[in-house]
């Protein structure tokens, strides 16, 4: 209804009700008002929300269950039914390539290219991208941009990387949602190097942008001061991630971490604690290449394929440079390393201090690299900006033209880093390999850069675009081999349960092996899960976490050649597994009073042995399961200071799982029995092997008390408050879901009367998203949570 009332200059109403007195600037003068300048009173705002201090100020060490929901679909503007790979299909590849190509070679007055060519600085940007990249827990590597993002994109050894990705803006509208800032960061160093001369071994797109930083990948333990990061020294330490000095026996670099400083990609350029040491450079290159997954060959190939382009900035002393992107002002818009010298940039670049480039010809691909680093001799020197570097020694030795001044030579540059690979006899002979014959180097770099770039994608199910290089399976990406024979219809899957149940194997170990062959999945990297069968071969059969499943695994291979013999057809073991487990939760159900069923995709297949790296499965090993309840013998030996329950965390968020799958997952495989060593650790039923939610109403008991069992504090009596008796022995695996506020509040759910139905259908739905996680193979793989659905 339309209100006629009007207002006079006193501020009341001559229609109706008084309205509230204001002042003439509109201050509100309402005799309850509580006085000051701002509408709720005050006369100073002192925070807003998000703004420090938060909850993790006030608790440091409170577990962030939050974290498992960040960059979900909530923050995805294309929205969960977005089909990258349909869009990605309609891309002209050819002629996008020829595109980034022309911007290589088109020199903007913002940032002029050095030489006139982009292509060195788009490398750079594609190999610190993908750099991050390490082998012990996935995380990391070029898949989802995060080089976009604080902390990757305003590290110190990203300096100006924020030019190269903002210099490819124009390609990305163009192109707009159908090509990814993943795939256009990673093409465009594989046009780059096209452009000056070497044949890339192959693209493949399908990476999927992030829509938010990663906030809880650990990247070390150094603290330091972000408003004096960006002069360098307090941001590359390296205090705290090391055991033992470079070069003794337990010299050694914590893991997950690869690189050898806190805000390097790999290691110091200028040596450990930028000590000039070549030696002690080449035990932390080979130290940080391997936790990247590459051995000596591959990492010479990259070093001296990546120092075959471009040059080193180095022309301002880093305490002149200005802040980072996530530091400098706004109206910076994003950009930051603000150079204030001359024109900042051009002949007064400045990144990491190193002043200039390797070879004669800094935009071919030749041999040049090598050549000078083995034909001269080498002395040490400083650089305009102050960093150690190294110069030839012989003044006739080839010069570098300057990459702006016309007419000027300069110098040839080696870094510590470089001589490293000289004076190390391992990595010596690999580059005299590599002098004595270029085809050989050249091919080298090519396959060690594919890897290096596509290492975090996991199968090649995933790799879109015509230059997928499908003739060779390479080793490290896991190869499986094609579908035997006609798949499983609903008769085959009906007979094949029967004839698991009818080897007697219980629901327990049914279960237990299903998930440990399912659990070894890592969203990170894509690799593990079932498919593949590994779970039969080494070493994940040797585990001792595994040791469970290894009659269960024999069960069913009886079960396997049966059905061989009697139907005429073929199941993978793979499937055979999955099948088997998906058969005992519906027993389990049924034995709870729901009758369910779970889903099943057949199309598993089983590798082989030769097919499998035994030393890159062996990353995959876990140190602390929270789901079986495993902790290590030596877990608080080699992780002091880390609570099982965050290890629990990480390996939820590897699974992709939400704060209530994770709940749920954990509360049903306790109940069916699931640990790895059979105990009843955790195990809150009378009832084992039945899908109950005993697990969550025991949990939750207010007449049980828990005391640490022992001065390990690993495991925990719950006794009844009342009498004393001993009722039940947990973990913190267990604990942690009534001790933690969030995950008591979900347990919550599943206590009530009303919360069984709720159970099961969560459990069964996120059992087979556990199964599915690995399965690219098929199409319509889902990228969010199911429970979600």
């Known amino acids: 209804m339309t ?34 300048s701002l509408p709720a009173g005050g006369d100073h705002l002192g925070g807003a929300f998000g703004q420090s201090p938060t909850l993790s100020d006030w608790y440091p060490q409170r577990l962030r269950v939050e974290l498992l929901h960040r960059n979900g679909v909530d923050a995805d503007p294309l929205g969960a039914d977005f089909d990258y790979a349909a869009a990605f299909a309609q891309i002209d590849l050819e002629e996008l390539k020829a595109d980034i190509k022309r911007l290589l070679t088109t020199s903007v007055d913002w940032w002029p290219a050095d030489y006139g060519n982009y292509g060195p600085q788009m490398i750079r940007m594609a190999w610190h991208a993908a750099g991050t990249y390490r082998i012990a827990d996935g995380r990391g590597g070029a898949g989802t941009a995060m080089q976009r993002f604080a902390p990757i994109g305003s590290w110190w050894d990203n300096g100006n990387t924020d030019k190269s990705r903002r210099l490819l803006q124009p390609i990305k509208h163009e192109y707009g949602n159908a090509l990814s800032w993943a795939d256009l960061m990673v093409l465009t160093g594989n046009c780059s190097l096209e452009l000056m001369g070497l044949p890339t071994y192959g693209f493949g797109g399908g990476r999927l942008d992030a829509w938010e930083p990663d906030d809880g990948t650990w990247w070390g333990p150094e603290v330091w001061n972000p408003h004096e990061a960006h002069q360098g020294d307090d941001m590359v330490n390296r205090d705290e991630r090391w055991t033992g000095q470079n070069g003794d026996a337990d010299y050694d670099l914590q893991s997950p971490l690869a690189a050898s400083h806190q805000a390097l990609i790999y290691v110091n350029p200028e040596g450990p604690y930028a000590n000039g040491d070549p030696m002690g450079s080449a035990r932390d290159i080979r130290i940080t290449f391997s936790r990247m997954a590459m051995n000596d060959e591959e990492t010479v190939a990259l070093i001296a394929g990546g120092h075959a382009f471009g040059k080193s900035h180095g022309q301002v002393h880093a305490s002149d440079i200005g802040p980072s992107p996530e530091l400098a002002p706004i109206e910076s818009m994003g950009l930051g390393w603000h150079n204030p010298v001359g024109t900042g940039n051009a002949e007064y670049t400045s990144t990491n201090g190193i002043e200039g480039s390797w070879t004669p010809n800094p935009t071919q691909w030749d041999n040049a690299y090598l050549e000078n680093l083995f034909r001269y001799d080498f002395e040490q020197t400083k650089s305009p900006a102050g960093a150690l570097q190294w110069t030839p020694t012989d003044p006739d030795a080839p010069k570098t033209p300057d990459a702006h001044v016309p007419g000027q030579m300069n110098p040839l540059m080696m870094m510590t880093s470089d001589i490293a690979l000289k004076v190390d006899p391992a990595y010596r002979e690999v580059c005299e390999r590599f002098l004595a014959d270029f085809d050989l180097f050249t091919t080298a770099f090519s396959k060690a850069w594919y890897k290096l770039t596509h290492r975090d994608m996991g199968p090649k199910y995933r790799y879109l675009g015509p230059e997928v290089t499908i003739a060779d399976d390479l080793l490290w990406q896991d190869p499986l081999p094609d579908t035997e024979g006609a798949l499983l219809d609903d008769a085959d899957v009906t007979a094949l349960k029967q004839a698991v149940l009818a080897t007697g194997q219980s629901v327990s170990d049914l279960v237990f092996t299903a998930f440990s062959a399912a659990s070894t999945y890592r969203d990170s990297d894509k690799r593990g899960g079932a498919n593949g069968g590994r779970i039969a071969l080494a070493p994940q059969k040797d585990w001792a976490v595994n040791r469970r499943t290894v009659p269960v695994v024999e069960a069913l291979r009886g079960v396997q050649e049966d059905f061989a013999r009697t139907s005429g057809k ?45 030393e890159m499965f062996e990353w995959l090993r876990p140190v602390a399961d929270g789901f079986r309840n495993f902790v290590s013998e030596r877990f608080t030996d080699f992780a002091p200071g880390v609570a099982p329950e965050a290890v629990f965390l990480d390996k939820a968020n590897l699974l992709t799982l939400t704060a209530p799958e994770w709940t749920v997952l954990t509360g049903g495989l306790r109940v069916l029995g699931a640990n790895w060593d059979g105990s009843d650790t955790g195990v809150f039923t009378d009832r084992v092997g039945v899908l109950s939610t005993d ?12 005391t640490k069992t022992d001065d390990t504090e690993s495991t925990f009596t719950g006794s009844v408050q009342a009498t004393g008796e001993h009722r039940w022995t947990a973990s913190h695996a267990d604990l942690v879901f009534g001790s933690n506020a969030q995950l008591r509040s979900i347990v919550d759910v599943y206590a009530g009367s009303d919360g069984h139905e709720r159970f099961v259908a969560d459990f069964v739905r996120v059992w087979d998203k556990l199964m599915m996680l690995d399965r690219y193979d098929v199409k319509g793989h889902r990228r969010y949570g199911l429970m979600a659905a």
Not at 6 to 31: K, R, V
Not at 580 to 585: H, I, N, Y
């Open 695 to 706: 697990w969550f109403t025991h949990l939750t008991d207010t007449d049980v008390v828990w």
């Open 3 to 36: 209100d006629h009332r009007t207002a006079d200059t006193n501020g009341t109403s001559t229609g109706g009700s008084p309205t509230t007195p204001t002042d003439p600037d509109g201050t509100n003068t309402c005799s309850f008002h509580m006085g000051g």
């Open 570 to 614: 073929h199941v993978s073991l793979a499937d055979l597994v999955v099948l088997a487990g998906s058969t005992a939760v519906e027993q389990a159900a049924r034995a709870a009073g729901t009758e369910t069923t779970v889903p099943f995709t057949p199309g598993r297949v089983d590798t082989t042995q030769e097919l499998t790296d035994i």
